[in-house]
């Protein structure tokens, strides 16, 4: 038979053999050695490079994204001045301008390989503006990107008024997570408080909790044992995800050694989210500043999963970025000493195979036959190189459709002395 795809001489995450891989129908039909002896409508000679499930963001604000200086910018780079702009900006939001800034940020990641995100949307407004504006979204990108919501209650669920209301509300409407922010919660009891009607509302609606959950210098700050708790309690296992933990940084070790046996028990998911952690983090700080992102070498060494998110991305809480996963990964590699070489391919994880069971999206995720046949092509051999480089995303595709293409820079040396043009590829020509 004749496939719609094949992709040829592929290399696939730590596997050391080349293969051929074959798509039908929005498939992976047949991966094999040698798939020689069958056609395809395309054709693609992948010629050792890199092919990859696609790159997964578990963690972002999709309501807030592309908003850098509306009304004023972040002076002081804390946590608490982004949120107080947040909560002016978010007084002009309009169901547009949401549509608008969501779908140009959504456009850019899928350009750079990733077709699942997970965004957490402001739920601390008795209109929904913006949850309404992503509901609509996620419809809209269906062709070329997975979107989860997130019922976030930004200002608190017991500290804004009406928050137990409006949090029902959003799941009604149709969020597809349960989220909570129990730290900034006014008192240490409204906290837990926080946490517990989170667990109430995923049962009542059968959905997954994903909670910011001590997103503070504060080494007193320990609400992420309260949901580790309660997941015991409610028998939750694996459907929980504590996001951000950077008070895990300034715990003592022996506290720390027990909260994370007790994740690793209770199956909590952990999402790190490298560039806002190690910006907003550390700012009380004078010298040695803490680096503001938590325990992600520790948590996996326990056997806990730990994914990454973009998190913000030219908002009043991080002036930068453009929604690159891989860059992401490559920041958390530097920051959480994870240079060793099998650590560098773990690494790759947090945005791939991590990520999707966080996201519990594993049975139609990977590159197998039967799945869904959403993948990208790397410029690069394999991890290492990836996360060295950060290279084009050269093909990117979705259910067996091409999403998006990109054209890698080409860099030329011209000598002195009029000899012949070199390229510069950034990889080793020793002999």
């Given amino acids: 038979m004749q496939y ?22 929005g498939q992976f039909a047949r991966i094999a050695r040698d798939l020689s002896s069958v056609t395809a409508a395309r054709e693609i000679d992948a010629a050792g490079r890199l092919l990859s499930p696609p790159f997964i963001d578990a963690h972002v604000h999709l ?42 940020e959504i ?23 913006a949850l309404r504006a992503l509901l609509e979204v996620r419809e809209e990108v269906r062709d070329m990107c997975d979107l989860q919501l997130v019922a976030f209650p930004q200002d608190g669920i017991l500290s804004f008024p009406g928050g137990r209301e409006l949090m029902r509300r959003a799941m009604e409407l149709g969020c597809d997570v349960v989220g909570g922010i129990p730290h900034y919660e006014w008192t240490r009891d409204m906290g837990v408080e926080d946490v517990h009607y989170a667990f109430a509302l995923a049962k009542e609606f059968n959905r997954d909790i994903d909670c910011h959950c001590d997103e503070t210098d504060d080494p007193l700050s320990r609400f992420t044992e309260v949901m580790a708790a ?9 459907r929980v995800t504590a996001s951000h933990c950077t008070a895990m940084h300034s715990y003592d070790n022996a506290y720390a050694f027990k909260l994370i046996g007790l994740l690793a028990r209770a199956q909590v998911n952990v999402v790190a989210n490298p560039f806002d952690n190690v910006v907003l983090q550390g700012r009380f700080d004078s010298y040695p500043k803490r680096r503001g992102i938590t325990r992600v070498k520790e948590l996996l060494a326990s056997g806990v999963n730990v994914a990454l998110g973009h998190d913000s991305i030219m908002d009043p809480w991080f002036p930068m970025g453009r929604g690159d996963m891989l860059a992401a990964a490559q920041l958390a590699l530097y920051l959480c000493h994870m240079s060793g070489y099998e650590e560098i391919d773990a690494v790759f994880d947090l945005i791939t195979a991590n990520a999707a069971k966080t996201l519990r999206i594993q049975d139609r995720y990977g590159i197998e036959e ?3 046949a959403d993948f990208l092509l790397l410029d690069a051999p394999n991890a290492f190189e990836a996360l060295r480089l950060l290279p084009a995303r050269l093909h990117v595709f979705k259910r067996g459709r ?18 012949d043009d070199q390229s510069v590829t950034y990889r080793p020509q020793l002999q």
């Fill in 370 to 372: 039967g799945k869904p």
């Fill in 230 to 238: 309660d997941t015991i309690e409610q028998s939750w296992q694996g």
């Fill in 402 to 419: 091409e999403v998006a293409t990109t054209t890698p820079a080409h860099s030329v040396l011209h000598r002195q002395d009029g000899s």
């Fill in 107 to 129: 456009r850019w990641e899928v350009a750079q390989g990733t077709l699942h995100i997970r965004s957490h949307v402001d739920a601390c407004d008795p209109d929904l503006t």
């Fill in 63 to 104: 309501d807030a994204v592309l908003t850098l200086g509306q009304p004023r910018y972040n002076q002081s780079g804390t946590l608490l001045e982004g949120i107080q702009i947040w909560s002016e900006r978010k007084q002009s939001l309009t169901h547009e301008d949401v549509r608008r800034r969501a779908l140009e």
């Fill in 4 to 25: 719609d795809v094949i992709i040829r001489h592929a290399r696939l995450h730590r596997q050391p053999e080349l293969v051929d891989i074959a798509i039908q129908d």
